[in-house]
């Protein structure tokens, strides 16, 4: 048997908390209704082209952004090269998330990325956003977010009128997620999405061990990601992976407020790398459901699936 990574035991305990709040949800089958996914990747721990279609028809996604990984290095920015291909799960680069948006051109789009602190990440970047690039990122690298390399890449958000979607993961990814709201000040052109354990975990106010990447219980709205959502226009989350979920469902009564007063801002992702998109191994369609049950009222629940992503990507 093949032991588990720590990504996969955390995403595992997170599935585990869910499957309870979740049991009485309806699925997420294929609707009628749109759904925009801003956060997805090919190759996903060796998951092919046909099985990524596949994932996202099963889970009612009627479009897809492809997050690309960056350029394979050993350096301290990938820890030693242990952090390739986002974090090491496998995710493809540039190339393959172009390659599937050619192939499905109405269903899938892509985004571009690099190694953050690489002296050739800017030149790949703009490649890649000049192709038809409608984001950047996933920045998933060990740099201090308010880098001089990083800033070089919340310049060239702003000059293309594309996204950047950063990875903020105390410790390891984007240090200094306290200080982000000088970028947001410094750069009121560049649009930031948050995304990860560090963004979701500080929807709190009382969380103040960062070290807790997956905090349970009961939430204090005026956490750090609840002001930068509300006193940032530039300012959007990502709602994926199984820190988004865990922030669904934690607090019911505190994530319908959430979900009522940053209805504008919040963006549909699944990040998930399962096959079968559904029930409980896929952490997306869970993410579906829990938005259906939880948002204020229907015209919300359809800005954050739908109509949000559509006009910040002007798809």
């Not at 740099?143 to 979607?165: C, F, G, M, N």
Request: charged share 25%; net charge neutral.
């Amino acid at each position: 048997m093949n032991a588990f990574s720590r990504r996969e035991f955390l995403a595992a305990s997170v599935a585990a908390g869910a499957i309870s709040f979740l049991k009485d949800l309806p699925a997420a089958e294929p609707a009628a209704e749109p759904i925009i996914d801003i956060h997805q990747h090919t190759n996903y721990r060796d998951r092919t082209v046909a099985q990524l279609v596949a994932h996202q028809k099963t889970m009612g996604v009627t479009q897809t952004i492809l997050l690309p990984a960056g350029t394979p290095v050993d350096r301290p920015s990938t820890g030693g090269g242990k952090h390739n291909y986002l974090g090491g799960v496998g995710a493809g680069g540039n190339e393959s998330v172009l390659a599937m948006s050619r192939q499905y051109p109405k269903e899938f789009f892509f985004g571009a990325n690099d190694v953050t602190d690489l002296p050739e990440a800017r030149g790949e970047v703009a490649k890649y956003l000049d192709l038809g690039g409608i984001i950047i990122g996933e920045q998933k690298f060990g740099v201090e977010l308010d880098s001089a390399e990083s800033q070089t890449l919340y310049k060239l958000a702003a000059e293309h009128r594309v996204p950047i979607l950063l990875h903020l993961q105390h410790g390891t990814y984007n240090l200094g997620f306290e200080r982000l709201h000088k970028m947001l000040e410094k750069y009121p052109q560049t649009t930031f999405i948050g995304h990860a354990q560090t963004w979701w975990a500080n929807i709190d106010k009382n969380h103040t061990d960062q070290r807790v990447l997956y905090p349970k219980g009961k939430v204090t709205p005026g956490g750090l990601t609840d002001r930068y959502l509300a006193d940032y226009p530039n300012m959007f989350a990502d709602m994926s992976a199984g820190s988004g979920l865990n922030a669904l469902t934690r607090d019911e009564d505190h994530t319908r407020g959430f979900l009522d007063r940053h209805q504008d801002k919040i963006l549909y992702g699944s990040d998930c790398d399962d096959r079968v998109g559904s029930g409980p191994a896929c952490s997306g369609s869970q993410t579906i459901a829990a938005i259906r049950k939880l948002a204020p009222h229907k015209a919300a629940e359809r800005k954050i699936l739908y109509e949000n992503a559509k006009k910040l990507f002007r798809l």
